[in-house]
């Protein structure tokens, strides 16, 4: 168990906020440059999806500035359903830059697997069910998930973060459905919490997922003191003890 999930357990943590969230709730006009739902922030975002969540045959990315702290857990989630197109892929995830270089373009050099904003602790649900974990940079050092074949249907792609400590380095768990598809926590070195610009999610394109639809998309966060295991120099230790 991380010090961060014993302090919760303990109830050593603070509320958990919402940080961003995205209803889709538009009536079929361009994401990019449409405040979140709840954030206060514009999208930046290539022409992927329309801000009533249908996907489009574009390639790229839409993302959200997000400047992460150590000791905190973050939760980023997205609903997909993948209704219609094939052979591509729907990613979700964080990257270092952040915004995309063709805002309202499609650039498949803005996806999470090319150089513009290249993923970090990012995956991908693909058109046979199956899903694919990356730490970075890019597609870079896959993670092995440790679950099979899911079936048809629309399901929840999840990421917990945990950035217990310094900020060097951080874990992250990732979900369809609320099930582990890395069978648990994956330590992330190939970037600091502090280099991690943005959260949002990324395409293939090439018309591979026209009509396929996105919902509720959202990042949460939850503060937690950090994990010191000894009381303070000069505290009374007999008050501490139980």
Not at 18 to 44: C, M, R
Not at 57 to 82: K, R, W
Not at 212 to 226: G, R, V, Y
Request: proline share 5%; charged share 15%; net charge negative.
């Amino acid at each position: 168990m991380t010090p961060a999930a014993a302090l919760l357990l303990a109830g050593s943590a603070g509320a958990e906020r919402i940080l961003y969230s995205e209803a889709f709730d538009g009536a079929g006009s361009v994401l990019n440059g449409k405040i979140a739902t709840t954030g206060g922030v514009a999208w930046s975002a290539n022409s992927i999806a329309t801000d009533n969540g249908v996907l489009t045959p574009d390639a790229g990315s839409a993302v959200l500035p997000v400047a992460l702290e150590p000791n905190h857990i973050y939760t980023l989630s997205i609903d997909f359903d993948y209704t219609s197109g094939t052979g591509g892929w729907l990613g979700l995830g964080f990257s270092s830059s952040a915004a995309v270089t063709n805002p309202g373009g499609s650039t498949t050099g803005d996806r999470f697997s090319n150089n513009n904003v290249p993923g970090f602790s990012w995956m991908i649900y693909k058109d046979d069910n199956t899903v694919s974990v990356f730490e970075g940079p890019k597609a870079g050092t896959t993670v092995l998930p440790s679950s099979g074949t899911f079936s048809d249907g629309p399901h929840t792609l999840k990421i917990v973060i945990d950035t217990s400590g310094d900020g060097t380095t951080f874990t992250a768990d990732f979900f369809v459905d609320d099930v582990s598809v890395t069978g648990g926590p994956q330590l992330i070195d190939a970037i600091t919490v502090a280099e991690i610009k943005s959260v949002g999610f990324t395409q293939y394109g090439s018309g591979r997922l026209t009509g396929s639809t996105i919902d509720d998309f959202s990042l949460t966060d939850i503060a937690f003191a950090p994990w010191n295991p000894l009381p303070a120099s000069g505290t009374d230790r007999s008050a501490t003890e139980v």
